[in-house]
């Protein structure tokens, strides 16, 4: 696949999509946009990735949204803002419900909507150093409305209200504290134990239970507690048919590791 914006790479069973513009920060436009939306569905569509990793080039994760295209659209009518909130929200929506692991390595900033793209991510990995977060929108007149539900289901209603009121970069340590990533890890470190983690991901785990883990916990959320419970039920009894389960029992019977 040709891209601009991004860079694809898949091997090894994993697809590494990294966000390469650079010289903006990796600032989302409308190329960023519908490229990174493209490289997330392929990755879905693609049976020999088992895991995604998210990253950045240069010296940003991810600034945001590019302010030129802010710029524009804020003089646009409600339905222009309407479609590109659309496109902005099924790109969130794809990495959220992709139904394999996806994985981010945070190695700088990642503001405003960078923020809300590491807090989709399934497991985050940050550089101790350099890694800041921050939803600082309300400072420059926009409202974080796409990804708040996201860091509402990641952190918590109190701490997304104090994250974007108050609009403070968080270091990566703030950030593990609170929730919003999985770990900070020395800067050095950081590809090292992100190669780790999805080795882990990849060697130890089943494709199949992930992928009905990943759209077990993306659909519960809004279950009333009668309808999560039958749902519960049906995909652990659907779980205990797959022949990965099979499999899986069986090592356990004889006693050895599964092969995944």
């Known amino acids: 696949m040709d891209f601009r914006a991004i860079r694809y790479a898949a091997g090894e069973r994993t697809a590494r999509i990294t966000l390469n513009r650079p010289a903006e920060r990796n600032a989302l436009d409308d190329t960023a946009i519908a490229e990174l939306t493209a490289a997330f569905i392929a990755a879905a569509r693609d049976p020999g990735v088992k895991v995604v990793l998210l990253a950045g080039a240069g010296p940003a994760f991810c600034s945001g949204i590019d302010p030129v295209h802010h710029e524009r659209m804020s003089a646009g009518d409600l339905e222009q803002n309407r479609a590109d909130s659309q496109r902005l929200a099924t790109l969130l929506r794809t990495i959220y419900e992709i139904r394999k692991p996806v994985c981010a390595l945070v190695h700088g900033p990642a503001y405003g909507f960078g923020c809300g793209l590491a807090a989709v991510c399934d497991l985050v990995l940050a550089s101790r150093d350099r890694a800041k977060f921050a939803v600082a929108d309300v400072q420059t007149g926009m409202v974080p409305a796409l990804f708040a539900p ?3 289901k990641r952190i918590g209603e109190g701490r997304t209200r104090e994250l974007i009121l108050r609009g ?93």
């Open 150 to 152: 996201y860091l509402v």
């Open 168 to 260: 403070n970069a968080l270091s990566a340590t703030e950030a593990q504290g609170i929730g919003l990533i999985t770990a900070s890890v020395p800067d050095d470190q950081l590809e090292k134990k992100g190669t780790a983690l999805v080795a882990e991901l990849v060697g130890k785990s089943s494709s199949v239970a992930m992928s009905m883990v990943k759209d077990l916990l993306s659909k519960i959320n809004g279950m009333n507690s009668s309808d999560a419970i039958d749902f519960t039920i049906n995909v652990h009894a659907s779980a205990r048919m797959t022949a990965e389960c099979r499999k899986g029992a069986q090592a356990l019977i004889n006693d050895q590791e599964p092969e995944w």
